[in-house]
């Protein structure tokens, strides 16, 4: 049976991630995103065909979220070496482009795993986005099949739900009472 994540605190994770130009490299743990809430998504791999179209939709919707207070994180199984070679190829050539927010490598699956998220049999992630709250509590969670691409709009509107302190209806918006 699989363990519920949500309403607990986040596994912890440190991994070694490339900037969103490919620039630079770094190291990112949970732990910095204490004090804000953290948007963090897993796909599958670098240079497939539903995956940049995820990633592309998050990065341009980046100032929607940060009015949010609210950082983003990609992780794959990728290196940080193919991360930046994505990054850094042009679109036209089949790569990323630069994104508004760093791309972390779970090399070792060990984050996929502690997520749940990862497909053992096939070495990749399940589309798992999270949303951790700024005290380290995972309060949502939403994976999908690797054929289907996630909602943006869906997530922020989630968001906004979590933030607004309240219980929330079925379909509530920004805006909307809370009950």
Known sequence: MAERLVGKQAPDFTMETVSGDGKDFGKVSLS?????W???FFYPLDFTFVCPTEITALSDAAADFAALDTEILGVS???IHS???WITTPKDLNGLGPVNFPLASDITKKVASDYGVLIEEEGVALRG???IDPDGELKYEVVNHNDVGRSVEET???LQALQSGGLCAMNW???DKNL
């Open 173 to 175: 918006k920004p805006g």
């Open 38 to 40: 953290l948007v963090f």
């Open 32 to 36: 910095d995103y204490r004090g804000k």
């Open 156 to 158: 922020l509107r989630v």
């Open 129 to 131: 986005l999270f949303i």
């Open 77 to 79: 199984i990728d290196s």
């Open 83 to 85: 991360h930046k070679a």
